[in-house]
């Protein structure tokens, strides 16, 4: 005697494991296997989450929780939660999530991209719009990296300010095809200067006098808060592959995704007698208490320290910027006053903290 599937169902019912549900979209390993049909240890549940924060917020659940409830099924309905959690959340880590900039939301998280950029059909990759899109490398053979070839490659948005003898005095980084960012103590150095600007050979980069100086209006000569100014230049730069301005992050991925997650690249000018010299140094992110104990000061929450890879005893001039790469886009984290003042071995850089200032930048740039 034969009956159908339907019925032949509901007499011989299956049991799916959790693991063959949405727990696959986050957990590496089988949660049901680890830790509900035995007790698992810290470690073990490590193997089963990628993210840290979810670990903890597991393993604390867990291991309150009673045998009854452990029994009764809560546990289930906890791994579920979670992994609901995971679609809603931006894992920056992960290969599949935003290119740019990630929102969290109810049901689902969204992406965005910086400007010149448009999501694609994914709505996760962000695709440039055209030539001056910022932040890519673009090599000769017009394909597009998040790495240079050389190490001895300058930035496409490094800029130098020369003074009227044509000579270097400090540093600045292209945020537009017609803005330049440096430093308030730069800008005021000189009453006329030109900017140079090109990571080329001789014969691409370009000199292009200044219309505007924008120095922020609480920028306090004293105490070096507020160091920031916009260049503003009497015409637009031609975006090549060795002139391109740097993306500006939004504030929130800047301060809690960039800074403190990614490693940066510090471009900058070191001084050589009468002669400024491109350097790149390597830092990553110093906790604020480390920093004010080791710099003897106190930070503003428009103030971030960075800790270099390894000592170095060069003078900087001002008007470096701090660069981060993030998913083959280059974005601005920070910029450099004149450092050190003496003549010293040193490996904590003091940044301004150019997050902050995005709506500054925007209202000047428009």
Request: with cysteine; net charge negative; hydrophobic share 35%.
């Amino acid at each position: 005697v034969f009956i159908s599937a339907d019925d032949a169902n509901n007499v011989i019912k299956r049991q799916r494991r959790a693991n063959s549900l949405l727990l696959e979209e986050v957990l590496q390993g089988s949660l049901e296997r680890e830790c509900l049909e035995e007790r698992c240890t810290h470690e073990e549940a490590r193997e089963v989450f990628e993210n840290d924060e979810m670990l903890e917020m597991f393993w604390e659940a867990y291991y309150a929780s009673t045998p009854r409830a452990f029994s009764a099924g809560l546990l289930p309905m906890l791994f579920l939660c979670l992994s609901c959690l995971a679609k809603n959340e931006c894992r920056h880590q992960a290969k599949e999530g935003c290119h740019h900039f990630c929102y969290p939301g109810s049901n689902s998280y969204h992406c965005s991209c910086a400007d010149g950029y448009e999501l694609g059909k994914d709505k996760k990759e962000c695709i440039a719009l055209d030539q001056c899109a910022c932040g890519r490398l673009q090599h000769s053979d017009n394909l597009i990296s998040g790495t240079r070839k050389k190490h001895d490659e300058r930035f496409p948005w490094q800029a130098l300010m020369l003074n009227s003898e044509g000579k270097g005095f400090c540093g600045g980084v292209l945020l537009k095809s017609n803005f330049v960012l440096t430093t308030a103590e730069c800008a005021l150095l000189h009453s006329h200067f030109e900017i140079r600007v090109g990571a080329g050979p001789k014969g691409t980069e370009k000199i292009l006098e200044v219309s505007e100086k924008h120095i922020h209006i609480r920028y306090d000569e004293d105490t070096g808060e507020n160091n920031i100014a916009l260049l503003q230049l009497q015409e637009h730069v031609e975006c090549s592959s060795h002139q391109l301005p740097l993306c500006m992050p939004e504030r929130d991925f800047a301060e809690h995704i960039l800074i403190p997650k990614f490693a940066g690249t510090v471009s900058a000018w070191r001084l050589e007698g009468d002669e400024l010299r491109g350097e790149e140094l390597q830092v990553s992110y110093l906790p604020a208490e480390d920093c004010q104990q080791i710099l003897n000061i106190s930070l503003t929450n428009r103030q971030f320290c960075g800790a270099l890879q390894e000592t170095v005893d060069k003078q900087l001039a001002g008007g470096g910027f701090l660069a981060t790469e993030y998913k083959g886009t280059w974005f601005l984290t920070g910029i450099l006053g004149s450092w050190p003042l003496e003549d010293t071995e040193w490996e904590t850089l003091l940044f301004t903290n150019t997050a902050r200032y995005m709506i500054w930048f925007k209202q000047k740039m428009k």
